[in-house]
């Protein structure tokens, strides 16, 4: 697991490419589990966890992402401690083709990090229930 007091993502071209495309001056981003263990993700299920990485954009703070995430386009990046579990020393953001993939010292993460815009409420834990059977 990665120290929280030290966590910094180095973010390569392509990836910068993508990101100042998608992201306004001002808005702030999550780099979040999308495997429903949060509001901003509707899949989710055992084959996901810790599978799955996503950015979030969004206009303000999100308290549960408090973790300062260091990076090189001096971008307002956050994550949980929940996310820590997954994420190793060395951590890369990458694009190919305009395909986002997270990396670390260990070897790929995700080789398809999504990145969308917030807007609105956040999923609760039961609209997560109501999926049920329907996420792997």
């Known amino acids: 697991m990665i120290d929280p007091k030290n966590i910094e993502l180095k973010i390569k071209d392509g990836a910068k490419e ?15 589990l ?14 996901t966890i810790g599978a799955n990485f996503q950015l979030v954009v969004l206009d303000n703070k999100d308290p549960e992402f408090s973790i300062k995430v260091k990076n090189n386009m001096d971008l307002d990046l956050y994550t949980s401690d929940k996310e820590l579990a997954f ?6 953001l990458n694009a190919r083709n305009a395909v986002l ?20 409420e956040k999923f609760s834990a039961d609209e ?3 999926l049920g059977g329907k996420i792997c």
């Open 18 to 32: 993508v990101l100042e495309k998608k992201v306004k001056p001002g808005q702030t981003i999550l780099l979040a």
């Open 87 to 92: 994420l190793d020393n060395g951590l890369v």
């Open 101 to 120: 993939s997270l990396s670390s010292n260990e070897g790929v993460i995700d080789g398809g990090v999504t990145i969308s815009e917030f807007k609105g």
């Open 128 to 130: 997560m229930k109501k």
């Open 34 to 47: 999308n495997d429903g263990s949060n509001g901003y993700s509707k899949l989710g299920g055992t084959c």
